[in-house]
C-alpha cells in the first residue's frame, strides 16, 4: 500500500511538472505594437512595451523582444518583480540581431541650467531574482543615472541573482557602475551566484553627478558572487571625481568573482586634467579590494590608470564580517599586455599593482602561467608591483610566468617587477627579462625567493639561469621558447610538489596555450616542466616512443599492433583514427617518416 502511495505521488508530480511546462507562455514585443489583450502573440501582433510584457508574464515565461528600438515609459526602468522568466531578442545567437534589439534609454547627465538630469536605466533587478530570471540577446543603450546612490547606469541588480547573457550594454553611465552595477551583500556560505555570459560592455562611463566619488565604469560589483565568462570589456572611463577614480573595466568590492575567457582592453581611469599626487585612480582594466579574485585565460590589454594597476590593482582592504582567509586571488593563463600608468608620482605598476594590509589578513596572490608583457609605468614595476605595510610571511606567489620588455619611465631597475616595503614573494619556475637594465628590483625590507628561473644578470637560487630567452618574436608580441631555448626543461624537476598554498599545479595542468604544462621538450630523459608561461614540446605524428622523431623504432611499434585495436598508433583518419591499425596508418606514418630534431 505504501508502496503504491509512493508511485501515486510520483506519478502526479510528474503530470504537474509537465503540464507546468506544457502552459508555459511566450509574449511578444514590437515596436508597432499594442498593450491589450489581443496582442502579444507575435511580432505583427506584439505588445507595445516590454514592462507590459513583463506584467503578463508568470514562471517560466519568455518575453521576445522583435527587432526594434524601444524608448519611453515602459521600455526602459523595467521591473522584473521577482519572477523566473526569460525576456529575450528574437536570436541571441545573431549579433546583427542583437544589435537590431535595442533598449534606448535616452538617459542625459544635466546640461546647462535649467536643462535637469535625464535619469532611467535599462533594467532594475531587485525582488529576489534567481538564475532563471535570464536576460539575453539585447542591447541596452544610453542609461544614464545621478541619483538614488548614483549607480546602475544600464542595469542595476541589487540582491538578486539573474543571469545576463549575449546581450549589449553600452554608452550607459552613473557615478557606479555605468554600465551594470550589483550588489547582493552575500553571506560567506551563500551558493547564489550572478551569470554575466558572452556580453559585449563597452564604452560607458562613471562621471560625478552627485557622487564624490566614480567606480567601476563598465561594471561595479559590491559585496556579491559573480561569475563573468566569455566577455568583452572595452573602452569604459571613470574619469572627472577629485576623489576615487577606479576600476574602468571592472571594479569588485569585498566580493567572490569569477573572471574566465574575458578579454578586457581599452578602459581607463583617472583625473582630466591630472593630478600628479593622487593614490586613487588605479585599476584600470580592473579594480579589487578585499575578497577573491579568480581570473583565467583572459587578455588584459591597452587599459590605463594614472596611479597604478593599468591593468589590474588588487588590495586586501579587510572588512569586518568576511572571514580573513577569503582575501586571495588567483591570476592564471592570462595575457597582461601594454597597460598603461601615467600622470602621476603614484603610477607604479602598469600591468599589476598589488597592495597588501598584512597586519590583520594572511592574505595570497598567485600569478601562473601569465605573460606580463610591453606594460609601461611612469615610475617603478612596469610589469609587477608589490608593496605590503608589515608581513613575515609570503604574500606573492610567481610561477611559471613570463614578465618581460616591460618599462618604468622613473627607475631603470625592476622594470619587469619591483617588490617594495615588506613584500614577501616567491618566484619560480618563471622568465623575466628585458633587453637593458635590471629585470627584478627589491628594497624597503621586502624579500625574494628566486628558484629555477631565468632572470636577466643572474639571481641566486636554485636553478636560476641567466641566459637569452630564446623568444620566438618578442618585437611583434610572439614570447614562445624557441627549440633551442635554454628554458625548455629547466624548470623544478621535482614539479608537481606536495600540494600547499603556493603549489599552483593541479592534475593535467595546461600552460598559457592550453597545451600539457610539463613535456619532455628537450627530448632528453623524462618530461620536466619549462621555465615562462610557454610549455615547448615537440609532436610528430607516428612518434609513438615519445622520441621527437619518427623512425624504424616507431615502426616496429606499428608492426606490433599490426590489424589490431590500439589507440597509440591508429593515426589515421586524423585525429582520432578508425579503429583498427593498417595500410592506412601506415601511409601517415611514411609521410612523416624521419621528421624529428
Known amino acids: 500500500m505504501d508502496r503504491m502511495l509512493t508511485n501515486l505521488l510520483a506519478l502526479i508530480l510528474i503530470i504537474v511538472f509537465l503540464a507546468g511546462a506544457a502552459f508555459a507562455t511566450t509574449y511578444y514585443v514590437a515596436p508597432n505594437g499594442s ?6 502573440t507575435s511580432c505583427e501582433m506584439g505588445f507595445a512595451t516590454i514592462q507590459y510584457g ?37 536570436d541571441p545567437n545573431d549579433p546583427d540581431v542583437v544589435a537590431n534589439t535595442v533598449i534606448n534609454c535616452q538617459g542625459a547627465p544635466q546640461g546647462k541650467p535649467p536643462v535637469p538630469a535625464n535619469n532611467h536605466r535599462g533594467f532594475y533587478i531587485h525582488s529576489g531574482e534567481d538564475n532563471d530570471c535570464v536576460i539575453q540577446g539585447l542591447t541596452i543603450r544610453n542609461g ?39 550588489d547582493n551583500s552575500y553571506l560567506e556560505d551563500d551558493p547564489n551566484i550572478v551569470l554575466i555570459s558572452d556580453c559585449i560592455i563597452k564604452n560607458n562611463f562613471s562621471t560625478v553627478g552627485t557622487s564624490p566619488g566614480v567606480n567601476g565604469a563598465g561594471i561595479n560589483i559590491v559585496d556579491a558572487i559573480v561569475t563573468i565568462i566569455d566577455c568583452t570589456i572595452t573602452g569604459n572611463s571613470a574619469t572627472g571625481s577629485p576623489l576615487t577614480q577606479h576600476g574602468g573595466g571592472i571594479d569588485c568590492v569585498w566580493s567572490l568573482v569569477t573572471i574566465s575567457r574575458c578579454t578586457i582592453s581599452d578602459n581607463s581611469c583617472g583625473a582630466i586634467p591630472p593630478s600628479p599626487d593622487c593614490h586613487s585612480w588605479t585599476g584600470g582594466g580592473i579594480f579589487a579590494v578585499g575578497g577573491v579574485l579568480n581570473l583565467d585565460d583572459c587578455i588584459i590589454s591597452g587599459n590605463k590608470a594614472a596611479a597604478g594597476g593599468g591593468g589590474i590593482f588588487w588590495q586586501d582592504t579587510w572588512k569586518g564580517n568576511v572571514a580573513q582567509y577569503w582575501y586571495k586571488a588567483t591570476i592564471k593563463n592570462c595575457r597582461i599586455e601594454d597597460n598603461n600608468s601615467n600622470n602621476s608620482v603614484n603610477s607604479k605598476g602598469a600591468g599589476i599593482r598589488i597592495e597588501w594590509n598584512a597586519s590583520y589578513t594572511p592574505t595570497k596572490l598567485k600569478l601562473i602561467n601569465c605573460n606580463i608583457t610591453g606594460n609601461n609605468a611612469d615610475v617603478q614595476g ?12 609570503p604574500n606573492l606567489g610567481i610561477f611559471n610566468c613570463t614578465i618581460a620588455d616591460n618599462n618604468a619611465a622613473g627607475n631603470p631597475n625592476g622594470k619587469n617587477a619591483y617588490l617594495d ?22 628594497e624597503n625590507n621586502a624579500t625574494v625567493d628566486v628558484s629555477y628561473s631565468d632572470i636577466k644578470g643572474g639571481w641566486e637560487g636554485m636553478g636560476n639561469i641567466s641566459s637569452d630567452p630564446g623568444f620566438k618574436d618578442p618585437c611583434n608580441g610572439d614570447y614562445h621558447l624557441e627549440a633551442d631555448s635554454l628554458c625548455i626543461d629547466a624548470g623544478d624537476p621535482n614539479e608537481p610538489t606536495d600540494p600547499n598554498i603556493y603549489n599552483p599545479y593541479e592534475p593535467n595542468e595546461k600552460d598559457l596555450d592550453s597545451e600539457d604544462r610539463v613535456a619532455n621538450g628537450d627530448c632528453k630523459g623524462g618530461a620536466v616542466v619549462d621555465m615562462g608561461a610557454d610549455e615547448f614540446a615537440y609532436y610528430y605524428i607516428g612518434d609513438f616512443d615519445d622520441e621527437c622523431d619518427v623512425d624504424f623504432v616507431d615502426f616496429a611499434i606499428m608492426a606490433l599492433y599490426w590489424l589490431q585495436n590500439q589507440p597509440l598508433v591508429d593515426i589515421a583518419p586524423p585525429p582520432d583514427g578508425d579503429g583498427i591499425v593498417d595500410v592506412r596508418d601506415l601511409k601517415i606514418l611514411c609521410e612523416n617518416w624521419l621528421a624529428g630534431k
Open 35 to 40: 498593450d491589450d489583450e489581443e496582442h502579444g
Open 54 to 90: 513583463i506584467d503578463s508574464a508568470s514562471n517560466g515565461d519568455t518575453v521576445v523582444i522583435c527587432e526594434g528600438t524601444y524608448t519611453g515609459d515602459g521600455n526602459r526602468d523595467l521591473d522584473t518583480k521577482g519572477k523566473s522568466i526569460t525576456i529575450t531578442g528574437t
Open 144 to 182: 544614464y543615472v545621478d541619483k538614488d546612490n548614483c549607480i546602475g547606469g544600464g542595469i542595476l541588480c541589487e540582491n538578486s541573482y539573474p543571469t545576463i547573457r549575449k546581450c549589449v550594454i553600452e554608452a550607459c553611465g552613473a557615478a557606479g557602475g555605468g554600465g551594470l552595477y550589483i
Open 382 to 393: 612596469g610589469g609587477v608591483y608589490s608593496i605590503c605595510e608589515d608581513n613575515t610571511e
Open 421 to 442: 616595503t615588506y613584500s614577501r614573494t616567491i618566484i619560480k619556475d618563471s622568465i623575466l627579462w628585458c633587453d637593458n637594465n635590471v629585470p627584478l628590483y627589491v
